[in-house]
C-alpha cells in the first residue's frame, strides 16, 4: 500500500527566505506526482504535476523535483512571501484509475 | 479554474438521517472522486467513478453510496449519518488521457449531531 510523508508538519520561515518542501512515497511505481495548495477553509489548488518520466516542472517561483527510484520529491518556493503561507501537499498518483495518495500536508507560516 | 461545484457548501444534519452531496462539473471528464479530509488523517478516498454508472469503492467507502447518472454529476449519500462523518468532503475530477491531473471542487463542510 502506498504512504506518503510530509515532514515537518508545519514551518515558520521569515519572508524573502528561499524554502524546500520535502515528499517522500513508499513505492517507486507511480505514474505523476502533484503538488497542491490549500488556503484556510478553502478546496485545492493544483501548483504542479510532474510525471514519472521527469525530473522537475517549474511555475514562477515554484519548483518541483521529483526523484523516483529514492522515493522523494521537493517543492522549492524561491524568495518566499506572506501570501504563501498555506498547506501544501503532495499526492501520488499510481495509475489505477487515476486514485491520489496524499501526505498530510506541510502547513507554511511566512513572516512578514 | 475547472467548472467544478459541490453543493451544499455547508450542512448540518443530526445522526441518523439520510444526507446527499452533489458534485457537478462542466469539464467533460470521464473521472470523478469523492475524498474526506480530516485533521490528522488528511485526504482519504471514498469512492470513485470512471464513467457513467461505473463507479468503485475506495479506501473509507463504507457507511458511503454514490451513484453517476449523467457525466456532469457524481452524488455521494450518507445512508444514516453517523458522528463519524463529520468532516470536509471534496470532489474532483480528471481526464483519461494527457497528464490526468486532478482538480478540485470548494468543498462540502458536513457536520452530524
Known amino acids: 500500500k502506498q504512504e506518503v510523508t510530509q515532514i515537518p508538519a508545519a514551518l515558520s520561515v521569515p519572508e524573502g527566505e528561499n524554502l524546500v518542501l520535502n515528499c517522500s512515497f513508499t513505492?517507486?511505481?507511480?505514474?505523476?506526482l502533484q503538488w497542491f495548495r490549500q488556503d484556510p477553509g478553502k478546496g485545492l489548488t493544483s501548483l504542479l504535476l510532474?510525471?514519472?518520466?521527469?525530473r522537475e516542472q517549474t511555475s514562477g517561483r515554484l519548483n518541483a523535483s521529483l526523484d523516483k527510484s529514492s522515493g522523494r520529491s521537493t517543492l522549492y518556493i524561491a524568495a518566499s512571501q506572506p501570501g504563501d503561507s498555506a498547506t501544501y501537499l503532495c499526492?501520488?498518483?499510481?495509475?489505477?484509475?487515476?486514485?491520489?495518495?496524499f501526505g498530510k500536508g506541510i502547513t507554511l507560516s511566512v513572516r512578514p | 479554474d475547472a467548472g467544478i461545484t459541490q453543493s451544499p457548501r455547508h450542512k448540518v444534519t443530526e445522526t441518523g438521517t439520510p444526507v446527499t452531496l452533489r458534485c457537478h462539473q462542466t469539464?467533460?471528464?470521464?473521472?470523478m472522486y469523492w475524498y474526506r479530509q480530516d485533521p490528522g488523517h488528511g485526504l482519504r478516498l471514498i469512492h470513485y467513478?470512471?464513467?457513467?454508472?461505473?463507479?468503485d469503492k475506495g479506501e473509507v467507502s463504507d457507511g458511503y453510496s454514490v451513484s453517476r447518472s449523467k457525466t456532469e454529476d457524481f452524488l455521494l449519500t450518507l445512508e444514516s449519518a453517523t458522528s463519524s462523518q463529520t468532516s470536509v468532503y471534496f470532489c474532483?475530477?480528471?481526464?483519461?488521457?494527457?497528464?490526468?491531473?486532478?482538480?478540485f471542487g470548494p468543498g462540502t463542510r458536513l457536520t452530524v449531531t
Open positions: 510532474i510525471q514519472s518520466s521527469q
Open positions: 467513478s470512471y464513467g457513467v454508472k461505473d463507479t
Open positions: 469539464e467533460n471528464h470521464r473521472y
Open positions: 499526492a501520488v498518483n499510481t495509475g489505477a484509475n487515476s486514485k491520489l495518495t
Open positions: 474532483a475530477i480528471s481526464e483519461l488521457q494527457g497528464a490526468y491531473e486532478q482538480y
Open positions: 513505492d517507486s511505481a507511480i505514474y505523476n
